[in-house]
Every structure is written in structure tokens, then in C-alpha cells.
């Protein structure tokens, strides 16, 4: 049984930072893409950044480089997101994804990743 599990989460005013962690359970050894994607009330779920998990190429959405960071521990089965100098606008419910077995192209669409992890709340204060 696959599982992710997002920690993390939580209160920081705008420029701060927080690391989300993803512990990975149950998934087959091999590569396939891990994503972050989060979610804001009212809106769509959209796409953050994207990783290998073997090999480590990643892909960014434009509204976050240059400040999100991810990264992957494979002997730890964790993926990472590193986020600095936070906006009110990164406020919403984010998410650790994963595709199947094999699926490396690192997507931006959330009907492309097959499991999903409960999501961890980030609020950032102006």
C-alpha cells in the first residue's frame, strides 16, 4: 500500500521560510517523478515543482523559482521542499505526489500523479 505523508506545514510571516517533508512508503524501487502541488480555498490544485527521483531533474513553476527548492533523500524515501522568502500568496494546503512506476516526465497536470499524499496547511502572513 503506497502511502505519503506530509510534514512541515505552518505560520510564518511574508519572507520567512519552512521545509515541507514527503516520507514515501510502499513505493516500487525504480524511477518515476515525485511532484509538490498545492491548493488554495477556492481555487484549483496547481503544480509547484517536480523531481526524479533517480537522476534528480526537476522542473519549477515560474511563480515560485528562484525561492522553492526540491530535493530528494532516496535512501530516506523523502522528498523535500525547501520554500524561502514566502509571499502571502504561497498560502494554501500543499501536496506530495507520485507517478506511477516509470513515469518520468515531469508533469504539471494533478490527473497525472497517481498517489497523493493528505496535504499540510502553509499560511503565510503579510
Known amino acids: 500500500q503506497v502511502q505519503l505523508v506530509e510534514f512541515g506545514g505552518g505560520s510564518v510571516q511574508a519572507g520567512g521560510s519552512l521545509r515541507l517533508s514527503c516520507a514515501a512508503s510502499?513505493?516500487?524501487?525504480?524511477?518515476?517523478?515525485m511532484g509538490w502541488f498545492r491548493q488554495a480555498p477556492g481555487k484549483e490544485r496547481e503544480f509547484v515543482g517536480a523531481?526524479?527521483?533517480?537522476?534528480?531533474?526537476?522542473s519549477y513553476a515560474d511563480s515560485v523559482k528562484g525561492r522553492f527548492t526540491i530535493s530528494r533523500d532516496n535512501a530516506k524515501k523523502t522528498l523535500y521542499l525547501q520554500m524561502d522568502s514566502l509571499k502571502p500568496e504561497d498560502t494554501a494546503v500543499y501536496y506530495c505526489?507520485?507517478?506511477?512506476?516509470?513515469?518520468?516526465?515531469?508533469?504539471?497536470?494533478?490527473?497525472?500523479?497517481?498517489?497523493w499524499g493528505q496535504g499540510t496547511q502553509v499560511t503565510v502572513s503579510s
Open positions: 505526489a507520485a507517478r506511477r512506476l516509470a513515469s518520468m516526465p515531469l508533469t504539471i497536470t494533478p490527473g497525472s500523479y497517481a498517489y
Open positions: 523531481i526524479t527521483w533517480i537522476g534528480g531533474s526537476i
Open positions: 510502499g513505493l516500487a524501487s525504480g524511477n518515476r517523478a
